[in-house]
């Protein structure tokens, strides 16, 4: 099973805002509207964003948002502060037995 | 609180055998899903399973049908994670990472171990 398609690296000056887009086929992220996105900073588990494809979970700032078109999710960071330089990910069930796919994984640095 | 804590680095040559654990606290361990993620060194992240801590059930990654092995035991809320005939690649960080609720996380992973480095080396 291939893996989510991610770009490698964005970035974006402080204040301004980014968006990460993960491209997967119609057997997992078009199927199901499963998608997670995943914060991990360097030598740190990741940390759950965003579920469902837009909704996030208690504690997590409103300047983090996701959205789903097709076979595409999007994650969308506003108000680009330092402590968001991280790496990101997204997930996505694909299929029965609860299997699931990654992304490659995106590099944000705040410029 | 509700936390996953993972037992400590190994150091294995090819061809051996790890078992990792993971202990789940804080909450009704029978009651949550349990997958298994492991990221090489610089890498992203690799699903390599999943079990139900409830019945034992297991589902794994293509990749690693016939060398991986999930199992709990329900008395310590423990999950383990065994993998066969390591080599160089097995090289890595192994993640337990638990199922949260469909209503307030839509099945995603929403507690993570804190991840045990596997080091294969000769």
């Known amino acids: 099973q291939s893996a989510l398609t991610q770009p490698a690296s964005v970035s974006g000056s402080p204040g301004q805002s980014i968006t990460i887009s993960c491209t997967g086929t119609s057997s997992d992220v078009g199927s199901y509207n499963l998608v997670s996105w995943y914060q991990q900073h360097p030598g740190k588990a990741p940390k759950l964003m965003i579920y469902?494809?837009?909704k996030r979970p208690s504690g997590v700032s409103n300047r983090f948002s996701g959205s789903k078109s097709g076979n595409t999710a999007s994650l969308t960071i506003s108000g680009l502060q330092a402590e968001d330089e991280a790496d990101y990910y997204c997930c996505s069930y694909a299929g029965s037995s609860l299997r699931v796919v990654f992304g490659g994984g995106t590099k944000l640095t705040v410029l | 609180q509700v936390q996953l804590v993972q037992s400590g680095a190994e150091v294995k040559k090819p061809g051996a055998s790890v078992k990792v654990s993971c202990k789940a606290s804080?909450?009704?361990?029978?009651?949550?899903?349990m997958h298994w993620v492991r990221q090489a060194p610089g890498q992203g992240l690799e699903w390599m399973g999943i079990?139900?801590?409830?019945?034992?059930?297991?589902s794994y990654a293509q990749k690693f049908q016939g060398r991986v092995t999930m199992t709990r035991d329900t008395s310590t809320s423990t999950v383990y994670m065994e993998l066969s005939s390591l080599r160089s690649e097995d090289t890595a960080v192994y993640y337990c990472a638990r199922v949260g609720e469909m209503a307030t996380t839509g099945g995603a992973f929403d507690i993570w171990g804190q991840g045990t480095m596997v080091t294969v080396s000769s």
């Open positions: 804080g909450y009704t361990f029978t009651s949550y899903y």
């Open positions: 469902e494809g837009s």
């Open positions: 079990i139900n801590p409830s019945g034992g059930s297991t």
